[in-house]
């Protein structure tokens, strides 16, 4: 069979350049999802970038979680509640209230951020918890650091709050505050508490705790 050649040169040439044009649209393709790829990471990298420890445990509570503190101390329990400035853990025995200041380090987050809606709680601070323990007389385990991180406890209840302190009147574990038992009056900085914790039995607490938003 005869073959004209200029038709077979066109018929090469046009393989040629649908091979060239089927190349560079999948390089275009490739590009597109890569440019595609980089747009999404970005994205979510400036919507990481704006979310913060607080909305992190919001997006965790009811989860079981370990918190240390600055003292080395690590507790685990339930997260029931994330203020603006503290949160809260449910364990067997206690509920422990643990200032964000206090934490160096948390396990078993999830990467759940949950805004809080609320303007007023996000006005509400660790004082306002304070107050509300103090409040309710809520006999309490005060865990504090004092020189070199070395970690002390002491018992007792809540006189008053202050701005960036509060007064524990001093008594033995388990006792209600009354002026024959008090032992002494002392002040602690905020900025020294590590945790509060509260006895969960019904009969070792006079009343239930609550904590106002923190």
Do not use: C
């Not at 965790?60 to 029931?80: A, C, H, P, Y």
């Not at 905020?190 to 019904?202: D, E, Q, T, Y």
Request: net charge neutral; no cysteine.
């Amino acid at each position: 069979m005869w073959i004209d050649p200029g038709s077979a040169r066109a018929y090469a040439d046009a393989m040629r350049w649908d091979a060239l044009f089927t190349d560079l649209e999948a390089q275009l393709a490739a590009s597109e999802r890569l440019n595609l790829d980089a747009e999404i990471a970005d994205r979510m990298r400036a919507d990481a970038a704006g979310v913060e420890l607080a909305d992190r445990l919001r997006g965790s509570l009811g989860l079981r979680i370990g918190v240390q503190v600055s003292s080395g101390s690590v507790f685990e329990g339930t997260l029931s509640h994330a203020g603006s400035q503290a949160l809260v853990l449910h364990d067997p025995r206690n509920e422990v209230l643990i200032p964000y200041a206090a934490a160096v380090q948390y396990v078993g987050l999830s990467r759940l951020a949950v805004a809080e809606p609320s303007k007023v709680r996000q006005r509400l601070g660790l004082a306002n918890a304070l107050r509300g323990l103090a409040r309710d007389r809520t006999r309490l385990s005060v865990l504090a650091v004092r020189g070199a991180g070395t970690e002390t406890t002491v018992h007792g209840v809540i006189d008053r709050v202050g701005r960036d302190h509060l007064d524990l009147a001093v008594t033995e574990y388990g006792e209600d505050r009354r002026h024959s038992n008090v032992r002494q009056i002392i002040t602690i900085p905020f900025g020294a508490l590590v945790a509060l914790k509260s006895a969960r039995n019904a009969e070792a607490q006079r009343g239930s705790a609550t904590h106002p938003a923190a």
